[in-house]
């Protein structure tokens, strides 16, 4: 299986996060993980695996 990297959705990069997930509910966990870090998460099928793509913006820090 040839796994895309990144993917856009809606204009926007997302990062595939390397794990292939058997089914949906272990994607769904994995997702829930990635959301209280504060990533945005896309879930993806692909064949018979769910793939789970995050993106994060950086956060601009003042020089002090």
């Given amino acids: ?3 895309p990297l990144a993917r ?3 204009g926007k990069k997302y990062m595939w996060d390397g794990a ?3 089914t949906r509910d272990d994607a769904r966990q994995a997702m ?3 959301k209280k870090d ?3 998460v ?3 099928l692909e064949g018979d695996r ?3 793509y995050t993106r994060r ?3 601009v820090q003042s020089g002090g």
Avoid: Q, R
Wanted: hydrophobic content about 50%.
């Fill in 1 to 3: 299986m040839d796994t």
């Fill in 8 to 10: 856009k959705v809606a």
């Fill in 20 to 22: 292939t997930y058997v």
């Fill in 32 to 34: 829930e993980a990635y």
């Fill in 38 to 40: 504060g990533f945005e």
């Fill in 42 to 44: 896309h879930l993806s």
């Fill in 50 to 52: 769910y793939l789970v």
């Fill in 57 to 59: 913006v950086a956060v």
